[in-house]
């Protein structure tokens, strides 16, 4: 089966009840970059932006910012 990486930022933001702006604010990591992250619009994952996350959220295990997932159908989206 394929897999994909996911970046869990709007689950981030849920649990610490913050907004794009302010963990962009917070980690000095742009706004446009951490929406098409959020979005699963990026290929490639800049691991400074990472990083910084992890940094500006006080984050020590890397799987609370990214997963890896099984897709079932390459068909399916896990962003809608």
């Known amino acids: ?9 709007p689950e981030l933001l849920r ?4 907004s794009l702006r302010e963990l962009s604010r917070l980690s000095d990591v742009r706004h446009a ?10 290929e490639n994952i800049n691991f400074s932006h990472i990083e910084k996350i992890a940094d500006a959220l006080g984050i020590d295990d890397i799987r609370e910012i ?5 897709l079932e159908n390459k068909g399916i989206s896990l962003y809608s």
Not at 1 to 9: D, E, G, L, R, T
Not at 15 to 18: P, V, Y
Not at 33 to 42: F, I, Q, T, V
């Open 66 to 70: 990214i997963d890896l997932v099984e």
């Open 15 to 18: 649990r610490r009840n913050i």
């Open 33 to 42: 970059a951490l929406s098409e992250l959020s979005n699963g619009k990026r």
């Open 1 to 9: 089966m394929a897999k994909k990486v996911v970046v869990k930022i």
